[in-house]
T-cell receptor, first 111, second 122 residues
Framework: GENVEQHPSTLSVQEGDSAVIKCTYS??????FPWYKQELGKRPQLIID?????GEKKDQRIAVTLNKTAKHFSLHITETQPEDSAVYFC??????????FGKGTHLIIQP | NAGVTQTPKFRVLKTGQSMTLLCAQD?????MYWYRQDPGMGLRLIHY???????AKGEVPDGYNVSRLKKQNFLLGLESAAPSQTSVYFC?????????????????????FGEGSRLTVL
């Protein structure tokens, strides 16, 4: 089955700086890569996703890049704000039979 | 439109007891899932269903059973609870992921999660 590795497990950045979270996956057949944000005590929610026929996708301060050859994808958050503090999960899927999630990155925005 | 609703939200069990978690969705989604979330382990798939009357095993199915008798409901059962099953359980639902359908939800396969159920087994 699919195996997703996510790094780092904890990331602390100064408010206004950029944050980058990286994930690698094992199944070359995977073609869908979403990112979920989970605030403390809340449910995970989709923030951005990318499919394998696209190399980069942007939504305001958030961007995701995908390198299919190297089997890795990354989440980039620019101009970080206090409300960006949360746990972020990457995931990969080859079909709709369930996503495989990374173990999560706890992003801390320092004032 | 309530989305995905889980009951109960909290439960404490003794080892060996049984219980059922109920997930209900009102978005007419075909696919439903049960995940468990443990510190440092991310979200791990227990069982899932691709339609009414169907179920399949995920990554960590042992000790759990599921049923999908109605499209809108997905039940997770623990027949004999163990302390290792102490966790937060999330139900989720989605449309099938089929690119090019012209519908954002269908194209992306976004998972819609419930609020979670915190289960403690003593």
């Amino acid at each position: 089955g699919e195996n997703v590795e996510q790094h780092p497990s904890t990331l602390s950045v100064q408010e206004g700086d950029s944050a980058v979270i990286k994930c690698t996956y094992s199944d070359s057949a995977s073609n869908y890569f979403p990112w979920y944000k989970q605030e403390l005590g809340k449910r995970p929610q989709l923030i951005i996703d990318i499919r394998s026929n696209v190399g980069e996708k942007k939504d305001q301060r958030i961007a995701v890049t995908l390198n299919k050859t190297a089997k890795h994808f990354s989440l980039h958050i620019t101009e970080t704000q206090p409300e960006d503090s949360a746990v972020y999960f990457c995931a990969a899927a080859g079909d709709a039979d369930g996503l495989t999630f990374g173990k999560g990155t706890h992003l801390i925005i320092q004032p | 439109n309530a989305g995905v609703t889980q009951t109960p939200k909290f439960r404490v069990l003794k080892t060996g007891q049984s219980m059922t978690l109920l997930c209900a969705q009102d978005m007419n989604h075909e696919y439903m899932y049960w995940y468990r979330q443990d510190p440092g382990m991310g979200l791990r798939l227990i069982h899932y269903s691709v339609g009414e009357g169907t179920t399949a095993k995920g990554e960590v199915p042992d000790g759990y059973n599921v049923s999908r008798l109605k499209k809108q409901n997905f039940l997770l059962g623990l027949e004999s609870a163990a302390p290792s099953q102490t966790s937060v359980y999330f139900c989720a639902s989605s449309y099938p992921f089929e690119p090019g359908q012209g519908n954002l939800a269908l194209d992306t396969g976004e998972l819609f999660f419930g609020e979670g159920s915190r289960l403690t087994v003593l």
